[in-house]
T-cell receptor
């Protein structure tokens, strides 16, 4: 079945760039999403990319999509302590509008 | 900005009891969803709901689960006889005609 995989942890220093990676298996994806989950909170939509795009930039966030390798990444420039959270990659299945989530990557930003 | 609200934020119940988790989706949204996240595991799809009926459900969503939109604003998830393994964070989400989904802050269900 469809699957989305992410590395579990990432630690960066404040001011550095963070790159969170995601791979997916569904070849019929239409959109791919990044959600942020802060402790005790819900899933906050950060950004998304349509499957026919290679890159999308939104302020400090850059999403890169390699459709051939089914690889998605989220780059956060000038990472701040407030960026510490769990980041989920999610694939939207074209037929069902059902999200398949990755395990989430816990980003820790060191001051 | 409009948001999805869920109540309660934390529910503790005994095994075998019925629970109802409540959600108020964003007012002009047409599609409604429940997802759950068992501690340390992935966020999993449970069910989607459109036009007053279930449009899709996962294998997890067995006869113990039901959803309802009783009054045009609330969207509820009922678990009839809770089991220990139902302990999880339950997220409600809604969307307009299509994506993206907007999630609530979740209800943490603890079954003892």
């Amino acid at each position: 079945g469809e699957d989305v995989e992410q590395s579990l942890f990432l630690s960066v220093r404040e001011g550095d760039s963070s790159v969170i990676n995601c791979t997916y298996t569904d070849s019929s994806s239409t959109y791919l999403y990044w959600y942020k989950q802060e402790p005790g909170a819900g899933l906050q939509l950060l950004t998304y990319i349509f499957s026919n795009m290679d890159m999308k930039q939104d302020q400090r966030l850059t999403v890169l999509l390699n459709k051939k390798d089914k690889h998605l990444s989220l780059r956060i420039a000038d990472t701040q302590t407030g960026d510490s959270a769990i980041y989920f990659c999610a694939d939207l299945n074209k037929g069902t509008y059902k999200y398949i989530f990755g395990t989430g990557t816990r980003l820790k930003v060191l001051a | 900005e409009p948001e999805v609200t869920q109540t309660p934020s934390h529910q503790v119940t005994q095994m075998g009891q019925e629970v109802i988790l409540r959600c108020v989706p964003i007012s002009n949204h047409l599609y409604f969803y429940w997802y759950r996240q068992i501690l340390g595991q992935k966020v999993e799809f449970l069910v989607s709901f459109y036009n007053n009926e279930i449009s899709e459900k996962s294998e997890i969503f067995d006869d113990q689960f039901s959803v309802e939109r009783p009054d045009g604003s609330n969207f509820t998830l009922k678990i009839r006889s809770t089991k220990l393994e139902d302990s999880a964070m339950y997220f409600c989400a809604s969307s307009e005609e299509g994506p993206p989904l907007h999630f609530g802050n979740g209800t943490r269900l603890t079954v003892t």
